[in-house]
């Protein structure tokens, strides 16, 4: 095992994939240019699962939500604020320390409070609490400036202290330090809460993006809620900031420069972690992996954070991997998912010995994939049933309880248009319901079986579509509920 490479996981919080190696796109990410340079960029890399926690729990397992049983977000002021992933899942993390490798953990886990140390992952730093819910390692939250400009909780700015993100960098660059003293190779995971909303950030980083035109807009924007011929389940805010209806134009502008302003913050501490591998020595023993659980609307089709849909904006992820012996993939444009970044980790760092019977055919080094899949089960309690597959042309998005989706990638980028039952496409998308459905049996999804479920939106305790779970809500987001109402 001392042979093995050491392994460095950057993973960000809803980062969307169009602000890296886009010709033309306005964010500054110079650090993260520089690791996809000198390692590989996957350009149709995608999450199995746009919410955070089912995303995670896929990512390190290996396995699909459905079968983790993670598919909902469980967590602070979540439907289920005590809910975790079942400890009978056990993670590649656990794996790992079990053959060898010093593993560390750093920031956000949100897989159940407390329960990386219940896994017995000792070296851990968590941004979401402990078993007690409180925060571990004195991570601090510096006070905003209430006299900047902002709209919450999309954005604001603080202006003096070390913000949550940064502190999470450096207590890694502290475990890395600490287990480079040793004998044996480590595995670190840097896992920041940005650029996730809200989009906190340190003073001068919005204003790098200052210079916007006067009638800026976000890319593929429309007003929330108005696109027709779109599932029951894109009709409404499921949460106080998805109702984007009183954002104005000036208001979309600063959330924007507020998002960049984020990501470029997060390139300059992720620099700081790969300059300190060189110092180090160890930048030629290490793989450097960074890659989001998913990504963001930030103003497309009138969304802002995510929700029960499919489009490209929060399902295509940025995806990067630095092998320092220069070893090229089979096909860097092939589709890969989250779901197999650990098991493509772990086979180039020669630990094969941690992967199961078929993880290893799995890495993205060895295969050739011509689409990816991906589903939906539960936001904050309430059901929407959704599967989909995506291949270089087309997206197929499959509901038993809510209406399909079609959409022709090469014509409609933008996803405006619903072909779905249109008679010109019936021929592809029949052979993408059949490949869907292919899938879903042969990984023992239950919703291959599903024939009767109950209405899109409601509540798995029986509630209906129009009621709203009290999170504990301030005033002013329990009136921002109140002002959304569904598509008429």
Not at 154 to 171: C, F, K, L, W
Request: glycine share 10%; net charge negative.
């Amino acid at each position: 095992m001392t042979e093995c490479m050491n392994i460095v996981f950057l993973m960000s919080d809803q980062w969307r994939w169009d602000t890296l190696f886009q010709e033309g796109h306005v964010c500054q990410t110079p650090n993260l240019d520089r690791l996809g340079q000198e390692g590989v960029v996957f350009k149709n890399a995608f999450t199995c699962y746009p919410l955070c926690s089912p995303a995670r729990s896929s990512l390190f397992t290996g396995k699909w939500p459905h079968q983790t049983g993670v598919t909902d977000n469980v967590g602070t002021r979540m439907y289920f604020e005590r809910g975790k992933m079942n400890l009978e899942q056990v993670t590649y993390l656990e794996r790992l320390r079990d053959a060898g490798y010093a593993v560390s953990y750093c920031g956000k886990w949100h897989l159940g409070l407390g329960t990386l140390p219940e896994r017995g992952i000792e070296n851990c730093f968590l941004s979401d609490g402990g078993p007690d819910g409180a925060r571990r390692g004195g991570l601090t939250r510096p006070p905003l400036d209430s006299a900047y400009p902002r709209l919450d909780p999309y954005y604001a700015t603080y202006t003096e202290g070390i913000g949550p993100d940064q502190q999470v960098i450096e207590r890694g660059i502290d475990q890395i330090e600490r287990f480079a003293r040793g004998d044996s190779p480590f595995c670190v995971v840097i896992s920041t809460s940005g650029p996730h909303f809200a989009h906190n950030t340190p003073a001068g980083y919005a204003e790098r993006y200052a210079d916007l035109p006067d009638d800026f807009m976000p890319d593929n924007y429309s007003e929330a809620f108005t696109e027709e011929n779109k599932p029951i389940m894109q009709s409404r805010a499921y949460w106080p900031c998805q109702n984007t209806r009183p954002l104005t134009q000036k208001d979309w502008a600063r959330t924007c420069q507020h998002y960049w302003g984020f990501c470029t913050h997060l390139d300059e501490q992720y620099g700081r972690v790969m300059a300190r591998l060189e110092a180090l020595g160890l930048a030629e023993k290490t793989l450097v992996a960074f890659c989001a659980d998913h990504g963001e609307m930030l103003g497309a089709h009138g969304g802002f954070d995510k929700g029960p849909y499919f489009y490209e904006e929060i399902m295509r992820i940025p995806m990067i991997i630095r092998d320092p012996r220069g070893r090229a993939p089979a096909d860097a444009d092939g589709f890969v998912n989250l779901r197999d970044l650990f098991p493509t980790l772990i086979s180039l760092a020669g630990a094969d010995e941690v992967l199961r019977r078929g993880e290893g055919d799995r890495s993205y080094f060895e295969t050739r994939n011509g689409c990816t899949f991906y589903g939906y089960d539960m936001y904050q309690g309430r059901q929407f049933y959704l599967r989909g597959i995506r291949t270089a042309r087309f997206k197929y998005n499959w509901s038993p309880h809510d209406m399909e989706e079609l959409y022709d990638l090469e014509n409609d980028p933008q996803e405006r248009v619903n072909l779905a039952d249109a008679p010109e496409y019936a021929e592809a998308q029949e052979q993408l319901h059949a490949q869907l459905m292919a899938w879903m049996e042969g990984e023992g999804d239950y919703m291959f079986y599903a024939r009767h479920l109950p209405p899109v939106g409601s509540y798995i305790d029986g509630r209906g579509f129009d009621e709203q779970h009290d999170h504990g809500w301030t005033d002013e987001e329990r009136a921002w509920m109140r002002r959304t109402s569904p598509r008429e």
